[in-house]
């Protein structure tokens, strides 16, 4: 977990806090899983996972959304993981370290992002960007939730900060209990 950084912004040009990008080192599912389930039914790597049903794949890639914030020079990052399909996955493998392969997949957001009730699904555009940037997440503009409210009519500063405080205290909170952090701040 890194600490907020003051810089001088080339924005501005005034010293301010870097904020933490809010990520998640693995999907939902993945989280959700016994601990005797990971081991048997999951593979976790930093840019994917894969986990195997007797009756059923599912597949996620690691990808990065940009909250636009209204009243700031810096966007609220994200590190979220999306659900795609055989194809997409594929091809995102194959590709993966391909600088010249700019393709969009379709795909659904796999995690529970602090601040809003996750319930219901949010499609979204998943963006390849070549090189070794991840995949920027686009949710669908025409469904209606909040988080993707917020994503196009974007947050305040205040808002923003709250959120990143929330996400700070829950961590150093579960670092005391010494259970495994389930996501990772930097
Ligand atoms: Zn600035």
Redesign the pocket.
């Known amino acids: 977990m890194g600490k907020a950084t003051q810089n001088i ?1 080339n ?4 010293m ?1 806090e870097e904020w933490p990008a809010i990520t998640f080192d693995s999907p939902s599912h993945y989280i959700n899983l016994s601990e005797e389930d990971k081991k048997n039914l999951a593979l976790l790597k930093d840019d994917f996972c894969i986990i195997s049903w007797p009756d059923q794949t599912d597949r996620f890639i690691r990808c990065t959304l940009s909250q636009t914030v209204v009243d ?3 966007n609220l990052e994200y590190g979220l993981w999306v659900s795609l399909s055989e194809k997409s996955f594929r091809d995102y493998i194959d590709n993966f370290s391909n600088e010249h392969h700019e393709v969009t997949y379709f795909g659904w957001l796999c995690n529970d992002i602090p601040g809003y009730d996750m319930d219901g699904n949010i499609p979204a555009n998943v963006l390849t960007r070549g090189g070794t940037a991840r995949p920027e997440i686009i949710p669908h503009k025409e469904v209606d939730h909040p988080f993707i409210k917020d994503y196009y009519n974007g947050i305040t500063k205040a808002t923003a900060e709250k959120r990143i405080q929330d996400v700070l205290s829950v961590v150093s909170k579960r670092n005391k209990s010494k259970s495994k952090p389930w996501w990772k701040i930097w």
């Open positions: 912004c924005i501005c040009g005034k301010h700031h020079c810096d």
